[in-house]
């Protein structure tokens, strides 16, 4: 497949030791070939490079997309922005955009909104140029603009990070799931939980959405459906949109298990049926979710053993629920690491991604 490419050369020896500190956190990915001076890591949205040149570093991203490129940028950005605070010192030439609009970022407009459940409120959005969407993982990121005020979007840094618009013009940012998209008749569906809580932008940005209403989206990622013959796939109400549409995709070849948590029985959504699919519903009848622990309860009475030998464990939910989930699968199961994702979705008490965890 044709690959893009960017570079950027480092003569600063600070940065130079942030990307070597980021070739040691990759090892696994490394390639058999590398040396000291020379060496490549193939990770997920594409590969990275570095070359020493005398006093200095070439460092090169390629992938097969401009979104993937633009991520790879932002990987080797900002790791070394979270070493030493900034990633200025980094020139990209090449390949993909510098400023202006990121090519993962697209504005979306609300066109309807309806109930699918008591706690679930289902928003059909409009949206331009929607393929990239489609493929290379189910989640995006939705921004929400303060209300009453036009909304600022945010733009490429030539650095390869996002430059945020900042005081009254901030946004909030919150992970979501593609339930589903249309992308000849540009549309896509997000399922929003209506959850309870003081201060919750994106819950009552589903709540309250009209017609006409603009917001932004940027993305794909976050991985797509697992590829097994043995598929167990375990959430709470955040996680339903993502286990439905894994359930849609579902090859015949393949077999699925589903626990899912919520509320009560109203709170179901119908799910694809089929013999290679049984779905669990467990309530919390009426205590506060990621309090009941039903998930982890249930997957302790599974016998992983009984479900087949390329079992796959895939897990959205609350943060104390995913660290008791990531022990069984983990410790308890002892599944290695390329047979399960099993990720924080949200933590109670915290506002955002902050807190949240993946694997
Ligand atoms: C990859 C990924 C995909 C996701 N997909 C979806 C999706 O498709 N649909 C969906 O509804 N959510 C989804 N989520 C979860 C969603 O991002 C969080 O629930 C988010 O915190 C909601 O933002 P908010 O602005 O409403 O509340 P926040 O401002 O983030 O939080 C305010 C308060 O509400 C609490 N809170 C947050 N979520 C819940 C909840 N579900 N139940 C009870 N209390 C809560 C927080 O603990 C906090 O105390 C996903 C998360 C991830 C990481």
Redesign the pocket.
Known sequence: MDQLSAQTRISDAAVRSAIEHLRAEHGEYEMPANTADQWELHLYYGSLSATLDGDAMLVRVAATDETCLSYMKMTVAGHVAQRLGTASGLRWQGDGRDGGTPVFFREITVVSSAPISPH?QRLRFHGDDLGRFAHGGM?MRLLLPPSGRPAAWPVMGADGLIVWPGGDDAL?V????I?AIDVEGGWLD????L??????????FAQNARAGDVIGMIGPG?GEAPKARSVLLVG???????IARVLEDLPRSARAQALIEVDSPDDRIALPQAANIGVSWLYRQGR???TAGLLPKALREQSHMALGEDLYVWA?C?FADFREIRKIVRKEWGLPRDRHMV???????????NG?GEE
């Open positions: 679930m989640h909030v919150r992970a979501y799931t339930r997000v399922d929003f939980v959850h309870p809580g003081q201060d919750t932008p994106a819950a009552a976050g709470d109400d955040t996680a339903l949109p993502a506060e979710a990621g959205g609350e990720t924080a979705y949200w933590r109670r008490g915290v506002q955002g991604e949240a």
